[in-house]
């Protein structure tokens, strides 16, 4: 089974500075996608970055970037400028494809990140 | 667009009772998906439905059930409530497709039990 492990509960950072949340996984599967969602205060769910295994090069999404590293089975999620706005839990999520849909996410525990003024 | 909506936002049950969810997706989307989430056991899937049938069930007892209707419409019933099932339950939409399509979240139905 497969199972995703965010080691840092809370995280706190000053706005415009850069902070980096981290993710590592257990998988035998070698296709699969990889993600990064925000919960803010409001309870929704926004996805905020996407990665495929099988593609080398990390991805970015304007202030947001990954660092993949498929061997270590680590997903690493940078913010870079950090925003007030991006006060949040953060959640890791693991999902093995099928059928052409996003069916069963495996999240992690979460990271409650902070950022102060 | 409208995006994924949840209704009741709030209920409080009491134990033994059953309750009823409901959960509209993003006009165009086949998929829903369910999750509970709680402070100890995080965010855990519950099943997902696509087309009006049930695709994918996650590890949770019989007493926890969903139907998916024509207009993609899904309801989660959950029967002989137990304390530990107060939770946020979460609802997701994605579009069906080729590939892996983004899941669309609603804003959650805070469930208590007392």
């Known amino acids: 089974a497969q199972t995703v492990t965010q080691s840092q509960p809370e995280m706190s950072v000053q706005e415009a500075e850069t902070v980096t949340l981290s993710c590592t996984y257990d998988?035998?599967?070698?296709?699969?996608?990889l993600f990064w969602y925000k919960q803010p205060p409001s309870r929704q769910m926004i996805l905020v970055i996407r990665q495929e295994a099988y593609k080398q090069q990390n991805a970015t999404e304007n202030r947001f970037s990954v660092n993949f590293q498929k061997a270590a089975k680590s997903f690493s999620l940078k913010i870079s400028d950090s925003q007030l706005g991006d006060t949040a839990m953060y959640f890791c999520a693991f999902m093995k494809p099928y059928g052409g849909s996003q069916g069963n996410l495996i999240f992690g525990k979460g990271t409650k990140l902070s950022v102060k003024p | 667009k409208a995006g994924v909506t949840q209704t009741p936002r709030y209920l409080i049950k009491t134990r033994g009772q059953q309750v009823t969810l409901s959960c509209s997706p993003i006009?165009?989307?086949?998929?829903v998906s369910w999750y509970q989430q709680t402070p100890g056991q995080g965010l855990q899937f519950l099943f997902e439905?696509?087309?009006?049938?049930?695709?994918n069930k996650g590890n949770f007892p019989g007493r926890f059930s969903g139907r998916q209707f024509s207009n993609s419409r899904s309801e989660m019933n959950v029967s002989t409530l137990e304390l530990g099932d107060s939770a946020l339950y979460l609802c997701a939409s994605s579009s069906s497709g080729t590939g892996v399509n983004e899941a669309f979240f609603g804003q959650g139905t805070r469930l208590t039990v007392v």
């Open positions: 006009s165009g989307h086949r998929s």
């Open positions: 439905y696509f087309s009006e049938t049930q695709r």
């Open positions: 998988t035998s599967e070698s296709n699969y996608y």
